[in-house]
């Protein structure tokens, strides 16, 4: 799973999350040149990006078409809150499905000339929940969605171009969102009890192992792969 041969860089979109520093990470390891952007948490060699804005995400991929883009990582999205959808207003929805699905779109429409340029890849990253749905996990799981639908159709009409297109689901983690969802008490030591005998490896993952997979989809290891999502959930949607 060698970067180092391609042409051009990795972009990694959310980079100040806990999945985007371990795609990062793995990604600069395994030799590729990665430009990562963060929307409120400044990186030192980040570059700023709203990804509601589609002109920033525009501009963004226009400041790199002299260099190339051979893989597009999305890992950003918006805070959550665990809720049953009875108690998610409409506005509260329509926000979590502009500022989680509508903006991958942003950046996919933006990357897809670079990417079919380089014949390149995007991975998304998406959620184990569109699997195996857990309770109150609507205000996620729902925009998720949308993004894989969004993968799956990428990936059938982009494929002419060469474009590969795929989504990784994580499931429980230690760490990233679901870390600060322990640290305020939504998920409280019961629900964390339940959720890890409902995995069959009895035990949650980190960003880490998130990041392996992210590294596989794109790299030429799996270079046949396309339209798919890979649940990195220790067997939770089985």
């Given at each position: 799973m ?13 980079g100040s999350?806990?999945?985007?520093r ?11 040149k990665?430009v ?16 509601n ?10 400041s ?6 051979h893989?597009?990582v999305?890992?950003a999205?918006?805070p ?6 009875s ?5 509260e ?13 942003n ?5 897809l000339p670079l ?15 569109t ?6 996990d609507?205000?996620?799981s729902?925009?998720?969605a ?5 993968v799956?159709?990428l990936?059938?009409e982009?494929?002419r171009?060469?474009?590969?297109v795929?989504c990784?689901?994580p499931?429980?983690l ?7 969802l ?13 959720t890890?005998?409902n ?14 997979a992210?590294?596989f ?6 270079g046949?792969?396309?339209g ?6 220790g067997?939770?949607g089985?």
């Amino acid at each position: 799973m060698s970067f180092g041969h391609r042409p051009g860089v990795a972009l990694v979109i959310g980079g100040s999350g806990g999945i985007g520093r371990a795609v990062v990470d793995l990604m600069k390891m395994r030799g590729a040149k990665v430009v990562q952007t963060y929307r409120n948490t400044p990186l030192p060699d980040g570059r700023q990006c709203d990804t509601n804005d589609p002109e920033q995400c525009r501009a963004l991929l226009d400041s790199l078409a002299d260099e190339g883009v051979h893989t597009v990582v999305h890992a950003a999205g918006p805070p959550v809150h665990m809720l049953h959808l009875s108690n998610v207003k409409p506005a509260e929805m329509a926000l979590q499905l502009a500022q989680d699905a509508s903006a991958f779109f942003n950046v996919a429409h933006s990357a897809l000339p670079l990417l079919r340029q380089s014949q390149g890849n995007l991975v998304a990253i998406t959620t184990a929940a569109t699997t195996r749905y857990p309770k109150r996990d609507g205000l996620s799981s729902v925009p998720k969605a949308a993004v894989e639908e969004m993968v799956r159709a990428l990936a059938v009409e982009e494929g002419r171009y060469g474009v590969r297109v795929n989504c990784v689901g994580p499931g429980m983690l230690t760490d990233g969102m679901a870390k600060r969802l322990m640290d305020s008490g939504e998920l409280d030591g019961l629900a964390l009890d339940v959720t890890r005998k409902n995995i069959p490896l009895s035990r949650f993952g980190s960003a880490y192992d998130i990041a392996e997979a992210v590294c596989f989809l794109a790299s030429d290891a799996a270079g046949f792969i396309s339209g798919q999502k890979l649940d990195v959930d220790g067997g939770y949607g089985v």
